[in-house]
């Protein structure tokens, strides 16, 4: 922030003193929305008037979270190439916008594994939300709550799978996320603890099996690569055994192949994840554009028989429009809120807000008032498939 110091005698300005204290921060190839920092201060919460859209969430955070905190969000495998490409990604695909059409009445309602849900995006499953707030989980399940959205919280969560629970209103829906644990005691005890606590499916990590990424960013605080616990194990038998651990409904999370949607969809999963673990896990692997794109060339019936949700660099309402025109059911929001969370639950919600109005916007724009209706004529992805197929 800039001020200005002047000293006065009898009324006449002798001396101005301007010091400089304009926070200047690195945007990381995020979109230059024109968000004005020059008034921070750094470490301080900004104005939360100031968030336009969801990458200025990130923005306010690096200003106001200690780094460490910070890069335990931002952080991403090896050269980070998946997490710049998640960002990257929708600058290769067009949509196609229909004139002469009624658009007075848009509907985002929309149901996830039967259960109905006010948009089609919904809170993922992100590690530790206490970092950002001490309200951690709680402010996150509470907006989604108010805001009629699912939520699914992390098993690495800051607050307990009971307290996540309590925090949801009456009647609200919650799934849970999992992973596959090397102590099978901890696994069947958490499951037992996610059914008695009322959450309703379970999101089944199965893209990290062993190990987690070499994650640069945190590393350099923690100085760590130790085993997280992860089962190095996990084959078909295994998953056979888990699947009768639990009377929920599993959705495989990870997925990054049409073969091992395929493969779900043989085993009779209702639903499937598709994602890249926001580019934490395996550094080159392909973006849910891709994913999608690669399921509909070499396993179109996986769509016909299963839902499908997917994530990845989601942050504007087009980014949701092209995954659910590609197959996507229900598109997964990871760091944004969690970002967002530095406000606490105002914060939250203001970022639900914020992308159902662009989600609504876009679709009236597009010609189509219905988001279950949107399909491949919505979208032009030639110059995906001519890069990267």
């Known amino acids: 922030m800039f001020f200005q110091r002047c000293l006065s005698f009898l009324g006449f300005t002798l001396l101005c003193v301007k010091s400089a204290y304009s926070v200047e921060i690195d945007?990381?190839?995020?979109?230059?929305?024109?968000?004005?920092?020059?008034?921070?201060?750094?470490?301080?919460?900004?104005?939360?008037?100031?968030?336009?859209?969801?990458?200025?969430?990130?923005?306010?955070?690096?200003?106001?979270?200690?780094?460490?905190?910070?890069?335990?969000?931002?952080?991403?495998?090896?050269?980070e190439v998946t997490y710049q490409a998640n960002l990257d990604i929708w600058s290769k695909v067009r949509l196609n916008g229909f004139?002469?059409?009624?658009?007075?009445?848009?509907?985002?309602?929309?149901?996830?594994?039967?259960?109905?849900?006010?948009a089609p995006f919904f809170i993922a499953p992100a590690a530790k939300a206490g970092h950002a707030n001490k309200s951690a989980e709680l402010s996150l399940a509470s907006a989604a709550g108010k805001a009629g959205l699912l939520y699914v919280p992390s098993i690495s969560s800051t607050k307990s799978i009971e307290e996540i629970a309590d925090a949801g209103l009456d009647g609200q829906v919650m799934f849970h996320q999992e992973y596959i644990w090397s102590n099978r005691t901890q696994l069947v005890d958490e499951l037992k603890r996610m059914e008695k606590a009322g959450f309703k499916a379970i999101f089944l990590t199965v893209d990290n099996t062993g190990v987690n990424g070499i994650r640069t960013r945190s590393l350099r605080f923690t100085g760590s690569t130790d085993e997280v616990g992860h089962s190095a194990t996990f084959d078909l038998e295994a998953l056979a055994e888990l699947r009768n651990l639990t009377t929920l409904p599993i959705v495989p999370k990870g997925i990054k192949t049409a073969a091992d949607a395929r493969k779900c969809m043989e085993l009779g999963f209702p639903a499937i994840y598709v994602s890249n673990h926001g580019?934490?896990?395996l550094d080159g692997a392909p973006t849910a554009v891709e994913i999608l794109i690669d399921i509909r060339r070499n396993a179109p019936e996986v769509f016909d028989n299963m839902e499908v949700y997917a994530d990845g660099g989601v942050r504007r309402?087009?980014?949701v429009i092209m995954l659910l025109a590609l197959g996507a059911r229900a598109v997964g929001l990871g760091r944004s809120p969690m970002f967002a969370n530095i406000y606490g639950e105002e914060g939250v919600s203001k970022m639900i807000d914020m992308m159902a109005t662009e989600l609504t916007t876009e679709l009236k724009l597009l010609g189509e008032p219905d988001v279950n209706n949107l399909d491949a004529s919505y979208i032009n992805i030639k110059l995906v498939e001519a890069m990267y197929f």
């Open 317 to 319: 309402g087009n980014h």
């Open 99 to 118: 004139s002469f059409r009624d658009v007075s009445n848009v509907n985002l309602n929309t149901s996830i594994l039967g259960f109905n849900f006010s």
């Open 279 to 281: 580019g934490r896990v």
């Open 27 to 79: 945007r990381e190839g995020l979109p230059d929305t024109g968000l004005d920092t020059s008034d921070w201060t750094s470490r301080d919460l900004p104005p939360l008037d100031d968030m336009w859209d969801l990458n200025d969430f990130q923005i306010a955070a690096k200003n106001t979270l200690a780094p460490r905190w910070y890069a335990s969000y931002r952080t991403a495998a090896l050269n």
